[in-house]
């Protein structure tokens, strides 16, 4: 029986880092079919994010497809465009990392927290990373999303019928999620790359 993550093109368990540089192609393939988990959640609330995650996908695909060559790894895409003026991928990157660790906070606190619902573990994962860079807009509509999130039970079945692949599954995606976005945030915090984005 397949599961969620049989069905995705790419898993961040997949994308290949090299002497600590990640793969761009790779990362895209994996951060667009994490963007259908949002599709389970089953609410037009997380279309927001849905839409956010995807136009960020584009400026970075965008910058791979014109200079391939300076752009085969998230950290040349972005020294490539550090003297520039146009920082476009740059700040792609850096708010698609961002959705990304709200996405592996979650899940994290949804693994861990077996006992709590969703809009519990979601809202806790939103007040601990994307909050902080939300302005009064934009908060109510992302906790509208939170408020949304189907039961628990509901959202593991529609991950797999069979609910212990879909735990050692979700355990090996989650933790290379997770590393990867460690690697993306020390990395623009070691040069500074996101200043004014």
């Not at 990373?129 to 408020?147: C, D, E, Q, R, W």
């Amino acid at each position: 029986m397949s599961t969620f993550f049989d069905e995705q093109k790419k898993s961040f368990a997949d994308v290949a880092v090299t002497d600590g540089k990640v793969n761009t192609a790779e990362f895209l393939e994996a951060a667009e079919s994490l963007v259908k988990l949002f599709d389970l959640l089953g609410s037009s609330a997380f279309a927001v994010v849905q839409k956010d995650m995807t136009g960020n996908i584009s400026k970075i695909r965008a910058k791979l497809l014109a200079d391939p060559v300076t752009s085969g790894t998230l950290q040349d895409l972005v020294l490539s465009e550090a003297g520039t003026k146009s920082k476009n991928a740059t700040q792609g990157l850096l708010w698609l990392s961002r959705g990304l660790q709200f996405t592996s906070q979650a899940m994290r606190e949804t693994v861990n927290n077996p006992s709590s619902e969703l809009t519990k573990t979601f809202t806790d994962a939103y007040s601990k990373t994307l909050s902080k860079y939300h302005g009064m807009l934009v908060k109510p509509i992302f906790k509208l999303a939170m408020k949304a999130c189907p039961y628990r039970k509901d959202f593991f079945e529609k991950l797999g019928a069979d609910q212990d692949k879909v735990a050692k599954q979700l355990e090996a995606w989650l933790s290379a999620l997770e590393a990867i976005v460690k690697n993306i945030v020390e990395f623009f915090a070691s040069g500074d790359y996101g200043k004014g984005l």
